[in-house]
Every structure is written in C-alpha cells, then in structure tokens.
C-alpha cells in the first residue's frame, strides 16, 4: 500500500470522504503532501477520542490542547499548520464556511502565540549571547560539575546536576530535540569507544529520519563520563559503561525521564529552552559559513527538508560570514 493511502486509510470516515476534492484542487503538490501529513496528525488525536471529526471551533480548540499536552514538544506554529490543512480539507471538501470561520480563528490564534513567543525567544537569545553565547553555557557545565564534585557520591543532588550539565554539554554539541534526548538509550543511541571517545546517533521521533553528531567532542566525553560514573573512580568506567549498556543515559535505569525534562533542566541552569541552543547553533553556523549554512543547519537540527527549517535557512542568505566555530569550540574547552 502507498505511504499517502495508508495515511488516508486511519483518516476518520467524513474526512476521507472529503480527500477526493482536496486531491483534485488546484494547489501545489508539494502543499497537497503538507496537508495530508498535517491532517494525519489531527487524525491520531481524534482517533484516540481527544476530539470529534466535525470540522468546527470546538473541535480546533480540542486539537489544539491535546497537541499541548502530548510528550513531544509541539510548538503554536506547528499546531496552527496542522489545523490549516483541515481547513483545506473543510475548504475544499464543502464544509460549512462558518463552521471553517472557528477553525481559522484558533489557527491564527496559534500563529499569534507563535509571533509572541518568537519575540520572547530572540530576547532570551540575545540575552544569552550578550553573556557570552555558547562560552556563558560551558562555564554553567563547569559550575555544575563542580557543585556536583563537593556532594555527597550517589546523593540524589549530585545525581541531578550531572543530568544537568549533561544535558546542557551534549544539546551544545548537538541539538535535539527534547523529546529525542529523553529516550536516549547508552549503547545504542550513545556509545562510548574503547579510546574513551562518545558518538551520538539517534532515529528521530517527529521526523523518522536518523540524524548524528558522530564523535562528540572529547570535553563533552568527560562530562558524559562523569555522569554515568556519579561518584565512582574513573578506573571503573569501562566496566561501568558495560553494566549501563541498554540503560537511559539520564535516568541510569530502564525508565525515561518525561520528554519536555531535558528541556526544564538546561532552562533551569541557563536560563532558556533546549529550542533556543537549537537557534543559538544555526546563528552560529551561519555566521561561521553563509553559503553553506542552510544546509548544515538543516543536517544539524534534525529536519527533514531546507523548508522544514526555512526560518534558519531564510537568514543564511545575507549572512557574512564572520565567526569562526572553532574558536569557540576552543573557548568551550577552555571553560569546562
């Protein structure tokens, strides 16, 4: 069966009835294909009884707030595009206008909340970077890995501000999103070499696709290291990484943190999501090589498409190229 027949198939019934006349309108193929990934989505929430199929307010609203709720880390934008390809669906499928009039009220009302959080997240941003960028969020590891050496070993304490300074070493190193992080499996997703080296590659939830760092940077190694050891001497950590495999890096155990966790850790200890390290990193990339930017931001976030992150790759265009990202690297190593 077609990958887009199979989506269509788990559609509730009135709405497959209506894919014929969206199929037939006269729009992009490529939006076509967003809007029946988008309606796929909704279609999960109201198959699990989280909404009706009836194209109305009340049923955009009751999207929207499950897709606020669910584990992975949706964002306002994502919701409202997930809603415009119902409202395509409604549109072209015949659906009563001011029934689609409610849906379009939440779809801006979510693309309004995108706008104000953008806003917001350029102000943490900059804030961030006027402390320093990415050299402020290495000297925050080195502090916690301090903090963490004068406690108590096994302490609970000391447990949580290694997760901490883990979270914050590896999202700087690679980005991911926070839903991915938490179910990071030792072993598999993250290895550890005999030589002492750390790699990193993991199949993405949202996406499908596997995206990877490969070898981690030898001070994120160390950081790694200390967690998994909590306390221990480092002579053990062969053994310890054997008695680990097939263990949650975070958690040590068979059970996963929550998926937003790894995001309120590095908020907590840095003051701003994961999402924005995501951002800080393509300004960086960007910054280091213009005329390539977009397609290593693209590579290094985990989308799937140049227009999945057209937002990163729009400001690559005009973009001199004037930081070089091995100084900071250097500059990180230093600080840790």
């Known amino acids: 069966m077609h990958r887009e027949d199979a989506l269509i198939g788990s559609w509730p019934t009135s709405w497959q009835t209506m894919y014929p006349f969206l199929r037939q309108a006269r729009i992009k193929a490529s939006s076509k294909d967003r809007y029946v990934a988008s309606i796929s989505r909704c279609a999960q929430i109201v198959n699990a009884g989280g909404a009706n199929?009836?194209?109305?307010?009340?049923?955009?609203?009751?999207?929207?707030?499950?897709?606020?709720?669910?584990?992975?880390?949706?964002?306002?934008?994502?919701?409202?595009?997930?809603?415009?390809?119902?409202?395509a669906l409604g549109k072209f499928g015949g659906v009563n206008a001011e029934a689609l009039d409610g849906m379009r009220y939440m779809r801006d009302a979510f693309r309004d909340e995108a706008k104000l959080g953008e806003k917001l997240k350029v102000a943490r941003i900059n804030d961030l970077i006027r402390k320093g960028g990415f050299?402020?969020?290495?000297?925050?590891?080195?502090?916690?890995?301090?903090?963490?050496?004068?406690?108590?070993?096994?302490?609970?304490?000391?447990?949580?501000?290694?997760?901490?300074?883990?979270?914050?070493?590896?999202?700087?190193?690679?980005p991911a999103r926070t839903g991915d992080m938490s179910n990071w499996i030792i072993g598999s997703d993250l290895r550890r070499e005999t030589d002492?080296?750390?790699?990193?590659?993991?199949?993405?939830?949202?996406?499908?696709?596997?995206?990877?760092?490969?070898?981690?940077?030898?001070?994120?190694?160390?950081?790694?290291?200390?967690?998994?050891?909590?306390?221990?001497?480092?002579?053990?950590?062969?053994?310890?990484?054997?008695?680990?495999?097939?263990?949650?890096?975070?958690?040590?155990?068979?059970?996963?943190?929550?998926?937003?966790?790894?995001?309120?850790?590095?908020?907590?200890?840095?003051?701003?999501?994961?999402?924005d390290l995501r951002t800080l990193a393509a300004d960086y990339m960007r910054r280091h090589d213009p005329e390539i930017a977009a397609r290593v931001i693209a590579t290094h976030l985990g989308h799937g498409t140049l227009e999945a992150g057209e937002e990163y790759s729009t400001e690559c265009k005009s973009e001199a190229a004037v930081r070089a990202w091995q100084n900071d690297r250097q500059k990180i190593a230093q600080a840790v």
């Open 53 to 87: 199929d009836c194209l109305t307010f009340y049923t955009a609203y009751c999207l929207g707030e499950a897709f606020k709720a669910s584990e992975t880390d949706i964002r306002p934008i994502t919701i409202a595009n997930y809603l415009e390809g119902l409202i």
């Open 135 to 174: 050299e402020c969020i290495a000297e925050v590891i080195g502090d916690l890995l301090v903090d963490a050496d004068l406690l108590p070993d096994h302490s609970a304490r000391k447990a949580l501000l290694l997760q901490t300074a883990a979270c914050c070493a590896v999202d700087m190193n690679k």
């Open 196 to 275: 002492g080296s750390w790699h990193l590659a993991w199949n993405q939830r949202k996406t499908g696709r596997k995206t990877e760092a490969g070898e981690l940077w030898p001070e994120i190694g160390e950081v790694l290291d200390e967690l998994i050891l909590c306390g221990r001497p480092s002579r053990l950590i062969h053994i310890r990484y054997r008695e680990l495999v097939g263990k949650n890096w975070l958690t040590l155990s068979d059970v996963a943190r929550p998926a937003k966790w790894p995001s309120e850790r590095i908020k907590t200890a840095i003051g701003v999501p994961s999402h």
